[in-house]
């Protein structure tokens, strides 16, 4: 009985996964034609760097209501975000969800949540931008400066809603709910704003105690595209493009830290810059697949 109950814990998996895709249908298998689509893409989608346009894509889910099949369908800018498909006749539901939401910042929505394919008939599956409005006063805001494209890595200097200011200053552009809390000497502590993804380490300079409002910003960390770094460094480009010796933004980093050959998915990857001159460090990190950059925190005056 043993034996027959650890059969089961092993097959039982794997007819879940049998189930599952018993119920996943080919975009081929019917006789109704059909067109999916992303239109009315906002112009400034193009600002977007190249690495952000290629890896954005839409996902689109077409359930049969009857037989409760699913049929999924990835829209990127390599199909030029369109994709035909032939389907059995009937009612289908429609889901759909866009990726790197946090980085691109473009939601979407389908134009019909019922679609229905009838043979002779070309179906038509519609996917709109949900905020079209809101993503392009954001990437306006966050289209790079004449000064950020020039200023040097370890200058300090970001850009915030198209203002250039020290990295000391984002303070007064943050939604911090704990200003008034008061730090011990040489106490440390991270506000984030959510909103922003963006967090910040303050320093008490002091031997005596201090309100946040006169500690010093040490370190800003970013996980969003709201900060424009030097030379227009942002989240979402591609490593290379940063961090490559010869062609890279920022030259060859100081060292790696994780996996040297990244892009195995295997641990997370980061490319480290230190200024003797200052102490100041910069930390990139990238994604497990390798293909953008993540994270970026500046530390003024790293311990190295």
């Not at 198209?162 to 008061?182: N, P």
């Not at 290379?240 to 892009?263: A, I, N, S, W």
């Amino acid at each position: 009985m043993k034996r027959l109950r650890t059969y089961l814990f092993l097959l039982f998996p794997l007819l879940l996964c049998l189930a599952a895709c018993g119920n996943k249908g080919k975009l081929d298998e019917g006789d109704c034609a059909g067109v999916v689509t992303f239109s009315n893409i906002p112009k400034e989608f193009s600002l977007l760097d190249e690495n952000l346009q290629k890896e954005y894509a839409i996902h689109v889910t077409l359930k049969n209501l009857t037989t409760e099949k699913e049929y999924s369908i990835h829209l990127n800018q390599k199909n030029d975000f369109k994709k035909t498909v032939s389907l059995h006749p009937g009612k289908y539901s429609v889901r759909v969800s866009a990726s790197l939401d946090s980085l691109v910042h473009l939601q979407v929505k389908a134009t019909e949540e019922i679609v229905t394919f009838d043979r002779g008939v070309e179906a038509n599956v519609i996917v709109i931008p949900e905020n079209a409005e809101e993503f392009s006063n954001y990437w306006m805001q966050t289209h790079p400066q004449a000064e950020i494209l020039t200023a040097d890595k370890f200058s300090r200097l970001i850009q915030v809603n198209r203002k250039i200011m020290t990295i000391k200053d984002i303070v007064t552009e943050l939604d911090l709910s704990d200003m008034d809390k008061v730090l011990e000497g040489a106490q440390k502590t991270t506000l984030t704003d959510n909103e922003r993804g963006v967090s910040i380490t303050l320093l008490n300079t002091m031997s005596t105690p201090q309100p946040l409002s006169k500690c010093e910003v040490v370190s800003l960390s970013v996980t969003k595209n709201t900060v424009v770094f030097p030379d227009g460094v942002t989240l979402g480009l591609a490593p290379d493009k940063v961090c490559h010796k010869q062609t890279g933004l920022y030259g060859e980093p100081t060292r790696f830290e994780g996996m040297y050959l990244f892009g195995w998915g295997l641990d997370e990857t980061k490319a480290i810059y230190w200024d003797p001159i200052s102490n100041d460090q910069i930390t990139i990190e990238f994604s497990p697949s390798g293909d953008s950059i993540t994270r970026i925190t500046y530390e003024i005056l790293a311990t190295k």
